[in-house]
C-alpha cells in the first residue's frame, strides 16, 4: 500500500465523521454494508486482511448495487443517490491506490456533507459543516505534508486557520452572489424530506398525528400588538368535498377570486410570516389578507392563499389582514358543493334526522340551528381528546352518539356534516389555532401541535362564517392553546409544558437566535439580499452593480488575507531577545557612551562602564552576561527569556 | 473498477491543462535565468496553476452551487462558498510555500559519461514560516522531497543522466510544492547555472588499449626506474605513496621518498598522437582508460595531446587534469 496506514487510518475516521449521521436515516442494509467494508479496512490497516483484490472489489460492487435495489429499487434521486454514494466512498477506501483516490474520497465526503441539508439546515448543521471540513483539510494536508513533519494537532491547526481565512470569502460569496430563484429543472420526487404538516385531505386522525410534533410551522412577528389568542385562526387549506371519510378540496374554480366585501369597521393587523418549507403551495394568514397585488400570491375562490411555487425552503412574507372584510362568494354550484353529502339515504341517518329534527324544531333561522348544534356538543358528554377510538362505517353516527370522544378534525367535520344535513351550506377549514409567544423577542411561535380544523357556514345576508366546534366542547384549547385542553398531557411536546423557568427561557433564546437564522441564514434570498441592501443604504442598486460590488469585495479580502498569510511569516514575528538587547543597549546610551555598531556586547560595556555607579555596573554586567549566556549558551529557554526581557525593562542605570 | 471509470472521466480534464502548461513556461522560461550564486525567488520566479485534482475540485464547487440553486439550500451556497475560500487561501499558502526561498546551485563532482551526475540545490529560509514539502518533479531522480525550517538551509539533491563527455548543465530546474492541500502546484523554473563535468567513457579494458611508446618525446634527464634504490630525495606532492620512506619520516619528521633507477621506466606518456588510426572521441575513451589503469598502478604518466601538454606525475589532481582535458577537448573542425 502506497499511503502509510496512519494516513488511511485519518481518513478512515474522516469518512465515518461524515456518514454516521446518515446511518439512522438510510435503510438497515445500506448501513451494515457500509460498517462492514469499514471494518474490512480497519482490518486491513492492522494487517489482519489483505487488499481486497480485483474480483473482491467487483464482487462488493455487485453487492453494492443489489442493496441499493433492494432497499430502494433505484440508484438515481436524493436518498438513493445519498446511500449509493456512501457506498461507494467506502469502495473507494478499499482500493485506495494513491494521491487520486485519496481526493475522490474527500470529494464525495464534500457532497454526502452537502446531501445532510435536504435533512436539516438548523445552527448545529453549520457548526458540524465546519468542524467537518476542517478535518478534511486537515486530512488533504496530512496527504500533501510528504515528509511527515506534522503532528495532528499541527495539521488541525493549520487547516483551521485555513477555514478561518476561507470565512470572509465565504461571507461575501454568500451575501453578494446573485440567487437565482430555484429549481432550474424539475426535482426527482423523493427531492425534499418528508415533512410534518397539514396535508391536502382531512380524515380522522391527520391533524392529531400533528399534536405531538414540536416542529415549527412557522414564526410570526406583528406590526403592533399580538392580538388575543382566540383571534388567532391561520387559515390554511379548505374543504368541501366529504365522501364519508375524508374530506378534500374542490378544485373546480380554477382562477376564480372569491367576492370579498368591506363590511362594518374591522381591525387591519400587519405581520409578517416566516414559514417552514412545508412542500406545498398554500400560505397561512389572518382573515382576511388584503392588499395583494405586489405580493405574487393569490387568494382562490374559497380563500386560501397560494403560492405560485411550492415552499421548499423558508420563505417570508408581509402581509395585513383586515378583520372587517366579510367573504360574499357562493354561486349556485358551490351552493350544491356544500351542501353535499355521501349517500343520505343509507349512511349515517341518525345524524340527518337530528339535523332535520333542530331544523324543525328552530324554523328558518339558519343561526338557531348552529346554536343548537354548539349547545349539543356543549352540553352531550363529549370528550377532547388526543386518542379517539376507530369510527366505523357510520362515522358522524358512531362519533356523535356512541364515543363522543375526539379531536378538532372530527368536531368539526361532525359539525360541517350536521350543518349541511340541515340545509346550510358549511365546509371544512384547516390551519393552525394560536400561537406561542417568545417573551424574548416578541414574536409568535407556531408549531405543528397549533394544527386546527374549524368549520366555516353560509349565513345568508352576512356570508361565510368562521364557526369552531371545538370552543363548544374545550373553550381552553381555544383561550389558551393545547397544552391546557387535552388529558394526555405526556403525549405532548415537552416545550409546550412549561416547568423550568431557567431551561424556558434559554430555550425561548435558542428559538429566538433560530428565527433569525431562519430569516437571514436558510430564508436569505434574493428578496432578502435587496432588502439587506436597502437596510445598508444601497436602495437602488441592481443586479450589475450587486456582482461588482462582490468582484471588488472578493478583491479586497484575498489582498487582506493574502496580506495575513504573507506577513504572518515575512519577519513579522521579532527577535525578542534581540529587541530586549536593543533596550538595554538604549538605556546604557544615556551615559553619553552609545554603542557602535559593529560593537559586541562586552566590548561596549568596558568602554562605557566608569560612567555607571558601582551597583549599576554590576547589574548591568549581569545583564550582558545573561543575554551572552541566552544568545549564544546552551541554556536558553523561552522563560529565562522572558525573565531576561523583564529584568532590561526594570533596570535603569545610575550614573556616577 | 470505480477507479478506472472515474479516471475515463477525469483524463480529458489533464490535457488541456498540459496544453496550457507547456506555452506558458516556454514565454516564462524568458526570465529565467541562468542565474549564477543565489538567487531570491521573488513574485515573478514563482508560477501557480491548479493541480489535476485542484481542477476537479473546481468542477466540485460548480455541481455544489447548481445543486444549492436547484434545491433552493442556503447551507449548500454556505459549503460551496466555504470551500471556493478555501481554495483561494490554499492558492495563496502554496504560493507562499515557494516564495521567498533563496536558491543556489551547487557544483557537481565529475563523472563519466553515461553516469548519473548527482547535483545539489541549496534552499535557504530566511522567513519566519517553515516551508514543507518541497520537491522536485519526478523526471529528475531520486525525486526527493524535504522540508526548509525557518532559518536553515537545506539540500535538494538529484541527478541527471549524462551522455556525452564534455560540460554537463541540467538546464532549467523546476522545483515545486503543493503544500498544504494538493489543489495547487507552485513551481519556479530556473537556470542556477549548475555544472558538471563528464569524462569521456573509459574504453574496456581488454583489446582497445594500443601499446604505449614510452620512450617517446622528452625525457627526464635522470632516467628513474623502478628496480635499484639509488638514494632518498624530498617527497613531492603528488608522488606515489608506496614509495615515501617511513623508516626516515620516523626519524626526521619530514617525508623522503625511495628513488630508483633502473628496470622498466615507470615514467610513461599517453600520447593522442600515437594511437594510430581511429576517431577523436575513441581516441579520448583509450585515453581515458589508460589514465585509469596509469593512476591505479601508482606509474608516473603525462598527457599530450593536440595543443595541451601535462607533465608526468601521479595523483588524483593531476588525474583531474588529464581526465579534464580529454572531456573539454574540441576537435577543431577536423573528423577525427
Known amino acids: 500500500m502506497p499511503a502509510d496506514s496512519h494516513k488511511l487510518w485519518a481518513l478512515l475516521a474522516g469518512i465515518m465523521l461524515v456518514t454516521v449521521p446518515f446511518f439512522p436515516r438510510i435503510p438497515l442494509p445500506v448501513t451494515a454494508l457500509s460498517l462492514i467494508m469499514a471494518l474490512w479496512l480497519a482490518a486491513m490497516l492492522l494487517n489482519k486482511i489483505r487488499q481486497p483484490d480485483k474480483w473482491q472489489r467487483a464482487g462488493l460492487l455487485l453487492l453494492a448495487i443489489l442493496v441499493m435495489s ?10 438513493a443517490g445519498t446511500g449509493f454514494l456512501i457506498l461507494l466512498a467506502f469502495l473507494k477506501m478499499l482500493e485506495i491506490n ?47 505534508d510528504k515528509i511527515s513533519t506534522l503532528d495532528t494537532r499541527r495539521r488541525l491547526m493549520i487547516a483551521s486557520r485555513m477555514i478561518l481565512q476561507a470565512t470572509p470569502f465565504m461571507l461575501v460569496l454568500f451575501i453578494l452572489f446573485p440567487r437565482i430563484p430555484g429549481p432550474l429543472w424539475g426535482l426527482p420526487k423523493d427531492a425534499q424530506a418528508a415533512v410534518t404538516g397539514l396535508s391536502n385531505s382531512m380524515s380522522p386522525g391527520s391533524v392529531s398525528s400533528l399534536i405531538e410534533s414540536e416542529e415549527i410551522a412557522f414564526r410570526v412577528r406583528f406590526a403592533g400588538q399580538i392580538p388575543p389568542h382566540s383571534d ?53 394568514a389572518l382573515n382576511y389578507p388584503v392588499n395583494l397585488q405586489d405580493s405574487g400570491y393569490r387568494l382562490t375562490r374559497e380563500v386560501q392563499l397560494l403560492s405560485r411555487k411550492k415552499i421548499n425552503s423558508v420563505t417570508r412574507y408581509s402581509l395585513t389582514s383586515d378583520s372587517g372584510i366579510r367573504n360574499h362568494s357562493l354561486s349556485g354550484y358551490e351552493r350544491t358543493k356544500n351542501l353535499w353529502l355521501p349517500d343520505t339515504d343509507s349512511l349515517n341517518q341518525k345524524t340527518i ?103 366555516e357556514i353560509w349565513i345568508d345576508g352576512t356570508g361565510w362564517q368562521r364557526v369552531d366546534p371545538t370552543a363548544a366542547v374545550s373553550p381552553d384549547r381555544i383561550e389558551s392553546g393545547i397544552q391546557d385542553a387535552v388529558a394526555e398531557r405526556d403525549l405532548l411536546p415537552t416545550i409546550l409544558l412549561g416547568g423550568n423557568s431557567i431551561l424556558l427561557g434559554l430555550r425561548y433564546r435558542w428559538d429566538s437566535f433560530n428565527y433569525r437564522w431562519d430569516e437571514w441564514v436558510i430564508g436569505f434570498n434574493r428578496e432578502r439580499q435587496f432588502e439587506l441592501f436597502k437596510k445598508l443604504g444601497f436602495a437602488n442598486i441592481d443586479w450589475q452593480g450587486m456582482v461588482i460590488g462582490m468582484v471588488v469585495l472578493l478583491a479586497l479580502v484575498g489582498t487582506l488575507i493574502g496580506l495575513w498569510i504573507f506577513w504572518q511569516g515575512a519577519g513579522a514575528r521579532q527577535d525578542r531577545l534581540k529587541q530586549a538587547y536593543d533596550r538595554l543597549c538604549q538605556k546604557l546610551a544615556k551615559t553619553g557612551i552609545s554603542k557602535n555598531n559593529t560593537e559586541g556586547p562586552t566590548e561596549y560595556f568596558s568602554r562605557m562602564r566608569h560612567k555607571l555607579t558601582p551597583a549599576s555596573a554590576s547589574k548591568a554586567r549581569g545583564l550582558i552576561q545573561y543575554y551572552l549566556a541566552l544568545r549564544y549558551g546552551m541554556a536558553s529557554s523561552p522563560d529565562r527569556q522572558r525573565q531576561f526581557i523583564k529584568s532590561v525593562r526594570r533596570f535603569t542605570p545610575h550614573l556616577k | 473498477m470505480v477507479s478506472s471509470i472515474v479516471n475515463r472521466l477525469a483524463a480529458p480534464l489533464q490535457y488541456p491543462l498540459e496544453c496550457l502548461r507547456r506555452p506558458v513556461e516556454r514565454f516564462l522560461a524568458k526570465r529565467s535565468g541562468p542565474f549564477s550564486g543565489v538567487i531570491k525567488l521573488n513574485n ?66 565529475p563523472v563519466f559519461a553515461g553516469q548519473l551526475a548527482k547535483f545539489a540545490i541549496q534552499l535557504e529560509n530566511e522567513t519566519n514560516d517553515r516551508r514543507y514539502a518541497i520537491s522536485l518533479p519526478q523526471k529528475f531522480m531520486p525525486g526527493e522531497v524535504i522540508d ?43 537556470d542556477l547555472d549548475m555544472q558538471a563535468l563528464v569524462y569521456p567513457v573509459p574504453a574496456d579494458k581488454a583489446g582497445a588499449i594500443v601499446p604505449i611508446s614510452s620512450q617517446s618525446g622528452e ?91 601535462i607533465k608526468p606525475d601521479n595523483g588524483a589532481h593531476h588525474r583531474h587534469e588529464c581526465l579534464q582535458a580529454l572531456a573539454l577537448y574540441k576537435d577543431a573542425g577536423h573528423a577525427g
Open chain 1, 70 to 79: 433492494v432497499s430502494f429499487g433505484t440508484l438515481l434521486g436524493r436518498d
Open chain 1, 98 to 144: 494513491g494521491k487520486r483516490d485519496v481526493y475522490i474520497v474527500v470529494y464525495v465526503e464534500y457532497f454526502l456533507i452537502a446531501s445532510n441539508f435536504f435533512h436539516t439546515q438548523s445552527p448545529w448543521v453549520a457548526l458540524y459543516v465546519f468542524a467537518t471540513v476542517i478535518y478534511l483539510t486537515s486530512i488533504l494536508i496530512l496527504f500533501n
Open chain 1, 232 to 284: 388567532l385562526y391561520w387559515r390554511g387549506p379548505v374543504f368541501s368535498r366529504y365522501d364519508g371519510q375524508t374530506w378534500e378540496a374542490d378544485n373546480a374554480f380554477g382562477k376564480a377570486t372569491a367576492n370579498l366585501i368591506k363590511g362594518e369597521k374591522g381591525k387591519t393587523i400587519q405581520y409578517t410570516v416566516t414559514l417552514e418549507p412545508h412542500q406545498r403551495n398554500w400560505l397561512f
Open chain 1, 353 to 455: 334526522a337530528l339535523a332535520r329534527q333542530w331544523r324543525q324544531l328552530v324554523g328558518e333561522d339558519d343561526r338557531r340551528v348552529i346554536d343548537r348544534a354548539l349547545r349539543y356538543f356543549n352540553e352531550q358528554p363529549f370528550v377532547y381528546t388526543l386518542n379517539p377510538p376507530l369510527l366505523g362505517n357510520d362515522a358522524m353516527d358512531d362519533f356523535l352518539f356512541e364515543t363522543r370522544r375526539g379531536f378538532c378534525e372530527h368536531y368539526s367535520s361532525a359539525f360541517v356534516y350536521l350543518a349541511r344535513a340541515a340545509g346550510i351550506p358549511a365546509r371544512i377549514v384547516t390551519g393552525y389555532q394560536g400561537g406561542e409567544k417568545n417573551p424574548v423577542d416578541e414574536y409568535l411561535i407556531i408549531r405543528q401541535s397549533s394544527a386546527h380544523a374549524w368549520a
Open chain 2, 44 to 109: 515573478s520566479l514563482v508560477y501557480i496553476l491548479p493541480t489535476r485534482v485542484g481542477m476537479i475540485f473546481t468542477i466540485l464547487l460548480l455541481v455544489l452551487l447548481i445543486g444549492s440553486i436547484n434545491y433552493t439550500i442556503s447551507l449548500g451556497f454556505m459549503l460551496t462558498f466555504l470551500l471556493a475560500g478555501l481554495g483561494n487561501v490554499a492558492m495563496l499558502m502554496t504560493w507562499r510555500n515557494m516564495a521567498g526561498l533563496k536558491l543556489k546551485g551547487t557544483g557537481a563532482k
Open chain 2, 148 to 190: 526548509v525550517p525557518v532559518g536553515e538551509q537545506v539540500l535538494l539533491h538529484f541527478s541527471c543522466r549524462t551522455q556525452n563527455r564534455g560540460l554537463f548543465n541540467p538546464g532549467r530546474i523546476r522545483i515545486e510544492t503543493e503544500f498544504p492541500v494538493g489543489l495547487f502546484v507552485a513551481w519556479t523554473w530556473v
Open chain 2, 219 to 309: 625525457q627526464p634527464s635522470e632516467a628513474e626506474g623502478l628496480e635499484d634504490f639509488a638514494g632518498l630525495r624530498k617527497y613531492q606532492t603528488g608522488e606515489p605513496w608506496q614509495r615515501i620512506s617511513w623508516k626516515m619520516a620516523a626519524r626526521t619528521d619530514q617525508l623522503f621518498s625511495k628513488k630508483f633507477t633502473g628496470g622498466q621506466p615507470e615514467l610513461e606518456w599517453i600520447d593522442w598522437f600515437t594511437l594510430g588510426e581511429t576517431s577523436a572521441e575513441n581516441r579520448l575513451s583509450i585515453m581515458t582508460r589508460m589514465i585509469l589503469d596509469a593512476q591505479q598502478a601508482g606509474r608516473m604518466y603525462g598527457l599530450r595531446m593536440p595543443a595541451i601538454e
